[in-house]
């Protein structure tokens, strides 16, 4: 054993330095106050703006969008600058210590604004809450894809962060109703509230006790515009970053749809706090299992898996009906399990191939990298509400009722048709992924080789 910098205990092995168990939780601690944001941001933000702040939605959809579409530079320029940054404290501290305050103010001015606070408003306060998250989450990322060079070890990082996330959603989904919360205003509130209250105190320990690899000392960096045509030229990459696409899209569907799949298939507007219940927590506890399987068949291999377990269960929800609610429960607890391998194996996956890039290039461009994915996630989940719904409108389906077998029909291709189909895809494209462990292992080795001589 030794004592590392920033107070950090390592055990040393073969392949790579052993993170302890403590400093894995301690990485991983800021990952739950993460994923709570994402639920006030993504659910409640349009209703409370539109509703209290008396904006029209079109208003609402407008402002955000624009955000959003800003991210499309936002994204890789804080990936980039994150991975050539210089500084005693390493890398990617900087920034998420940075990222603190932006966050906090953009999301206590988002959801505590004045009285008469207008569009211009909404724009700066989430345009601070989001760009302060993509300053705080890219680094973070990048960060764990760097604590360690070894295969298995790193879909043991992912899966502690990634499990943490779940976890924050999941209580996101609770402390509302157990604390006996209606109003989107004052769930949003809470929400905020805990989320800066637990991600202060997990952030500033997490960077003060886990190290910050430092990387290989590069005289000249490219620019960002060379690095993205690099980037671009790494094949597993590029099949790898389809893929995020295609599952993002595959998840955005159901999730945005499930509301009205309660209200307009099941007639039953009030079960989904349960099979949400039942999804989050069975999220959470497949972790583990997965990380089981990934360490003996394979990352890629795992995702597949669990791919074609959620392809398969989705494709019985036509039978809820005839069956009974429960059946939608153990729906959602196979769906729920393969979100929890959505969270936890990509990122492995993508440390991995950074690795490849690094061999090619030179540079350890790990920002720039989930950057990427990070974009890649977002347009999926934005395209999957925005083909969805305007397709439904057109077949005639109303959020009001009164829809007919082919506007129910046009709801459930939407909802489990085409994301099972998504699925299958996707598992399509990660048969034969490129890198596995003894490829990962191979690439290690030249990339030591190469340092070596240098």
């Known amino acids: 054993m030794r004592r590392a910098r920033g107070g950090a205990f390592f055990q040393k092995s073969a392949a790579s330095l052993t993170l302890s168990r403590r400093i894995l939780l301690i990485y991983a601690a800021p990952a739950m106050p993460l994923g709570m944001l994402g639920l006030p941001l993504l659910v409640y933000l349009p209703a409370f703006w539109a509703g209290k702040m008396g904006l029209s939605l079109a208003t609402v959809g407008l402002v955000l969008g624009l955000v959003r579409a800003m991210d499309v ?8 600058l994150s991975d050539t940054s210089k500084s005693r404290f390493g890398r990617r501290k900087l920034f998420i210590a940075a990222a603190i305050p932006v966050a906090v103010m ?14 211009a408003w909404l724009f700066v306060f989430y345009a601070l809450v989001t760009w302060g998250w993509t300053m705080l989450s890219i680094p973070f990322w990048a960060w764990g894809a760097e604590l360690s060079t070894d295969y298995k070890e790193r879909q043991t990082i992912t899966s502690f962060r990634e499990g943490g996330t779940i976890i924050g959603i999941l209580i996101a989904a609770l402390a509302p109703v157990v604390l006996g919360i209606t109003s989107t205003a004052g769930g949003a509130q809470l929400l905020v509230v805990m989320t800066i209250s637990l991600a202060t105190p997990t952030v500033f320990l997490a960077l003060a006790a886990v190290p910050d690899p430092p990387p290989r000392r590069v005289e000249n960096p490219v620019s960002l515009l060379v690095a993205v045509r690099v980037g671009a030229g790494n094949r597993p990459f590029r099949r790898l970053i389809v893929t995020w696409f295609l599952d993002g899209l595959s998840n955005g569907l159901p999730a945005g749809l499930f509301l009205l799949v309660c209200a307009q298939f099941l007639h039953n507007d009030k079960i989904h706090g349960p099979l949400l219940l039942v999804y989050f927590a069975a999220g959470v506890f497949s972790v583990p299992g997965w990380l089981w399987l990934a360490r003996r068949i394979g990352k890629h291999r795992t995702w597949v898996v669990s791919l074609l377990i959620t392809a398969f269960a989705f494709s019985f929800v036509p039978l809820v009906p005839r069956v009974g609610i429960w059946f939608f429960a153990l729906i959602s607890l196979f769906t729920g399990a393969g979100l929890g391998a959505d969270f936890t194996i990509p990122p492995a996956i993508q440390a991995d191939v950074i690795d490849l890039d690094e061999l090619q290039s030179g540079e350890r461009r790990a920002g720039l990298f989930f950057a990427a994915s990070t974009m890649a996630q977002k347009a999926g989940n934005f ?34 048709g085409v994301p099972s189909l998504l699925k299958l895809f996707c598992a399509l494209l990660l048969r034969g992924f490129p890198i596995g462990e003894s490829e990962q292992r191979r690439v290690r080795e030249q990339i030591a080789a190469r340092t070596a001589a240098a």
């Open 73 to 80: 530079l936002v994204d890789p320029t804080i990936g980039r």
């Open 106 to 119: 953009g999301a206590l001015g988002l959801f505590f604004p004045p009285a008469h606070a207008g569009a």
């Open 383 to 416: 395209l999957a509400i925005g083909i969805a719904l305007p397709l439904l409108q057109w077949a005639g389906f109303s959020t009001h009722g009164g829809n007919g077998p082919l506007q129910i029909a046009a709801l459930l291709v939407m909802y489990c």
